[in-house]
C-alpha cells in the first residue's frame, strides 16, 4: 500500500522535475481543441495540488478530489503562500474523497484524472465506478480527459528496475523502485523502497510502499467507455500529441458524455 501520510512529505521533492506548466499547457489546449469555453474542472486525484493551482492560475475554477489528506494539507499550504496574482480570475480547492464514489456536482465541463489515476484501478469495477462517477458530475457534451498506462508500449519497452535520486538543501532521497509484473492481466505491482537522508544529522529513514497499475490497450478502453455510455473521441501520446504506439508508455484519451 501507498504509505500517504510519509510519501506527501516528500512528493514534491521526488517530482521536483516533473513538467507541470507544461502538462497544464498540454491540458488547456486539449480543452480549447475539444470543448472551447469551458470553465468548471473537476479533477480526480488532486495531489499535492499543483495541477488545479496551475489551471487556476489561467482562469478555471478547479474542484479537487484527493484520497490522501496529507496531500491535501501539502497544497493548501502551497496556496496560503499564493498572492492574487497567482490565481488570476481562477479558483482552487480540493476535499478529501474518492474518485470512485464522490460527487461534487453534476454541472462540470471537464474531468481530469491524470499522473495515471485510471491506472491505479487495478479491477473493472473500479474502472467502471471511475468512469460512472465522472459521467454523473459531467455536463451532457462535458469531456473526461485522463492518461494511463498503454499496454503495447509496457510490454514492448518492459518494466525495469529503476533507481531515482533528488535532494535539496535538508534531505536527500533514494528511490528504488522494483516491478513484479503480471502480462496476461496487464498487472504491474511497483514495489518502492526509499532512503531518505537527513543531511544534517545523516539519519537515514527507509519507507516502503507499492504502486498497484493496470495498463490498457485501446480496444479494451473502448469498451469500458461504452459501458460507461461515454464516447471515446480521441486517443493520443501525451504531451506530443503523436498517434499512440509501441513506444508510447503514456497515452491520453478523452471522452464525451452524449445524450442517452
Known amino acids: 500500500m501507498i504509505v500517504f501520510k510519509d510519501y ?20 488547456r489546449s486539449l480543452i480549447n481543441l475539444y470543448a472551447p469555453g469551458a470553465n468548471k474542472i473537476l479533477e480526480f486525484g488532486s495531489g499535492s495540488g499543483i495541477h488545479g493551482s ?49 460527487e461534487l456536482g453534476n454541472d462540470f465541463d471537464v474531468v481530469l484524472a ?3 489515476v485510471l491506472s491505479y484501478q487495478t479491477t473493472d469495477d473500479k474502472i467502471l465506478s471511475m468512469l460512472d462517477n465522472a459521467y454523473r458530475q459531467l455536463k451532457t457534451g462535458g469531456l473526461f480527459i485522463f492518461d494511463f498506462w498503454y499496454s503495447p508500449a509496457v510490454w514492448n519497452i518492459g518494466p525495469n528496475l529503476r533507481v531515482k535520486r533528488e535532494k535539496n538543501e535538508s534531505i536527500s532521497i533514494t528511490r528504488i523502485a522494483d516491478p513484479d509484473c503480471d502480462p496476461e492481466n496487464n498487472r504491474i505491482d511497483v514495489y518502492y523502497q526509499n532512503f531518505i537522508e537527513n543531511l544534517t544529522s545523516n539519519e537515514i529513514k527507509k519507507i516502503e510502499e507499492c504502486h498497484e497499475m493496470r495498463a ?7 469498451q469500458f467507455a461504452t459501458k460507461s455510455y461515454f464516447e471515446l473521441i480521441q486517443s493520443e501520446e501525451w504531451m506530443s500529441k503523436k498517434p499512440p504506439s509501441n513506444q508510447t508508455w503514456g497515452v491520453c484519451s478523452i471522452l464525451q458524455k452524449n445524450e442517452l
Not at 497544497?75 to 481562477?90: A, I, K, Y
Open 8 to 27: 506527501a512529505n516528500y512528493y514534491d521533492l521526488l517530482y521536483s522535475k516533473k513538467n507541470y506548466e507544461g502538462e497544464c499547457d498540454y491540458i
Open 54 to 102: 496551475l489551471l487556476a492560475k489561467n482562469g478555471f475554477e478547479v474542484h479537487g478530489i484527493e484520497l490522501s489528506q496529507s496531500m491535501i494539507d501539502l497544497g493548501n499550504s502551497r496556496l496560503d503562500q499564493q498572492t492574487p496574482d497567482d490565481v488570476s480570475n481562477g479558483s482552487f480547492k480540493c476535499v478529501l474523497g474518492n474518485c470512485l464514489s464522490t
Open 114 to 116: 491524470i499522473f495515471h
Open 216 to 222: 490498457f490497450d485501446l480496444n479494451e478502453l473502448e
